[in-house]
């Protein structure tokens, strides 16, 4: 059964760090499904905690669906609990790969506005001001678990050739393309970031939670900035992968990044 996160996590440092511990530890399947996790007091003297820390812990990860708890029977990782559709990303397809998740996951428009463009947003598209922007705000799916919270900036003379419907169904890469915008490259940076409240109830995961942070900038082939993608993803549904080539000069070497032929990104069970 796919688990729901819906609360915060612990209060308290020890019980929040100790909730994390226990939680990549199920989810790297170092407790495999079904079996039993140390008792209470177990817990407290291997992490050198309080029961009272221990309980909370154990709450918050009652509450993300990953264990249950029962008097007399212990705690017991949930079967299901870390069985889900997980799509993987090679670095090297980018472009594909945008296809592949528009194919694969479906999107709920939550706003659409046109507004001047933030600061950041104006130097990235490189934009000059008061330059207007699109800014619509999307939710994705993946078999109904929420995976990714979408904010992307176009601007406005391009997104006058789609609407708001046009948003909801079809993925922005195939309407910048059918606006007439021929995408050449775009420049990418990943980081990790901690879910804000409203962000964390439309992604289904605990306040507070590590989340997967992408900020993108597509460029057309004449070097023009047609849209800015800031995007929050859920790390149990979303991985990047990259394969290296050991580069050797003599006595040292490097690793350098293998650039491959595009190829379909695969969708995967975890």
């Not at 998740?101 to 001047?116: D, E, H, K, M, W």
């Not at 950041?120 to 699109?134: D, E, I, K, T």
């Not at 605990?206 to 070097?223: C, F, K, N, P, Q």
Request: hydrophobic share 40%; net charge neutral; charged share 25%.
């Amino acid at each position: 059964m796919p688990r729901r996160m819906n609360g915060a996590t612990p209060t308290g440092e020890k019980a929040r760090r100790l909730y994390l511990m226990l939680r990549e530890d199920i989810l790297r399947g170092n407790y495999p499904e079904g079996t039993r996790l140390p008792g209470e007091q177990r817990l407290a003297a291997g992490h050198d905690v309080s029961r009272v820390t221990v309980r909370r812990a154990l709450e918050a990860l009652e509450a993300d669906g990953l264990i249950s708890r029962r008097a007399g029977s212990g705690t017991q990782v949930r079967v299901g609990a870390t069985q889900r559709t997980r799509i993987s990303a090679d670095f090297a397809t980018l472009m594909p790969l945008l296809v592949e998740i528009g194919r694969a996951t479906q999107a709920r428009l939550l706003s659409c506005v046109y507004a001047p463009a933030p600061a950041s947003v104006a130097a990235a598209l490189m934009l000059p001001p008061p330059a207007r922007v699109q800014t619509a705000v999307r939710l994705r799916t993946l078999e109904a678990q929420p995976f990714s919270h979408l904010t992307t900036h176009v601007p406005e003379d391009i997104a006058s050739h789609f609407s708001e419907a046009d948003l909801a169904t079809t993925p922005l890469f195939r309407l910048l393309e059918r606006s007439g915008v021929k995408i050449d490259s775009a420049e990418q940076s990943v980081t990790a970031t901690l879910a804000a409240p409203e962000v964390a109830e439309l992604l289904e995961v605990s306040v507070g939670a590590a989340l997967l942070s992408i900020e993108r900038v597509v460029l057309d082939d004449t070097g023009r900035g047609v849209e800015y993608l800031s995007a929050l993803y859920r790390p149990d549904m979303f991985r990047f992968e990259m394969t290296l080539n050991r580069i050797s000069d003599g006595e040292s070497g490097h690793w350098a990044p293998l650039v491959s032929e595009p190829k379909d990104s695969s969708v995967t069970e975890r």
